[in-house]
C-alpha cells in the first residue's frame, strides 16, 4: 500500500512538483492523493492537475471563522484518506480544528533554521540580515506541526545553507529551494519507511 498523501500549497508549487516527481519515479513508495490551495491562482494547481492528480481551489465563505473554515477542510482532507498532510508553501496558520483530526500526521517544510525567521518572506528576511553582517548561515527546516505555533514544532530534519559572498537574492533564493526539494523527499522517504 502506498503511502498517502494530500498536499496544500498556496504559490508556485516547486516543493510540490519535487513530491510529484519523486513519487513517479519510484523514489518516494507514496502517492499523492489531493493537492488543495485557499488560493485560486496557485501555480501548483497547474502542477497537480498536469500530473494527473485531484485539485482543489478551496476557497474561505464569505463571514466565515477560521475555525469554520478549518473544520471544512479537515473534512474534505479526511475524505481523501491521507496517511500524511504535507504543507508546501501553505500560507495560512492552521487551527486545532484541523490539526485535532491529524495529530502527528502534518508536516511542514519552512526555509529557515529553528527558531530563526518563523512566517513570511523567511528567505527575504535571512538575505537581509546577511547583508547586514547578522548572519552567516540560514536553512531549511521541516517539522511536524501540532499546534498553532508559527514554524515551530518538532523538528525532523534540518539543513544549513551557507551565504555566497556577493550573490544575488534570485541565486540565493534558488539555492534554497533545491535545498527544500531534496531535504523534503528524503525526509518523507524516512518517515514513510519508518511507518510500513
Known amino acids: 500500500m502506498k503511502t498517502r498523501l494530500v498536499v496544500l ?3 508556485n508549487g516547486s516543493n510540490l512538483q519535487a513530491i510529484l516527481d519523486a513519487c513517479k519515479s519510484g523514489e518516494l513508495d507514496a502517492v499523492v492523493v489531493s493537492v488543495i490551495s485557499n488560493k485560486a491562482d496557485a501555480y501548483g494547481l497547474v502542477r497537480a492537475k498536469n500530473a494527473g492528480v485531484d485539485a482543489i481551489h478551496f476557497a474561505k465563505l464569505e ?9 471544512r477542510l479537515a473534512d474534505y482532507a479526511s475524505a481523501c484518506l491521507p ?3 504535507i504543507l508546501a508553501g501553505w500560507m495560512r496558520i492552521l487551527t486545532f480544528a484541523f490539526l485535532n483530526h491529524f ?6 517544510i519552512h526555509p529557515a533554521l ?4 518563523p512566517g513570511t518572506h523567511a528567505i527575504e528576511r535571512a538575505y537581509e540580515a546577511h547583508q547586514r553582517g547578522e548572519i552567516t548561515q540560514t536553512g531549511v527546516m521541516i517539522h511536524l506541526v501540532p499546534d498553532e505555533g508559527v514554524d515551530d514544532g518538532p523538528l525532523l ?10 550573490e544575488s537574492l534570485e541565486d540565493f533564493e534558488s539555492r534554497v529551494h533545491q535545498v527544500e526539494h531534496e531535504l523534503l523527499v528524503n525526509t518523507l522517504k524516512k518517515i514513510i519507511k519508518e511507518k510500513q
Open 9 to 11: 500549497i498556496s504559490g
Open 103 to 108: 495529530p502527528n500526521r502534518v508536516i511542514n
Open 114 to 117: 529553528p527558531n530563526t525567521f
Open 83 to 85: 496517511d500524511f498532510i
Open 63 to 71: 463571514n466565515e471563522t477560521r475555525q469554520e473554515y478549518d473544520t
Open 157 to 166: 530534519a534540518t539543513q544549513e545553507i551557507n551565504f555566497i559572498q556577493n
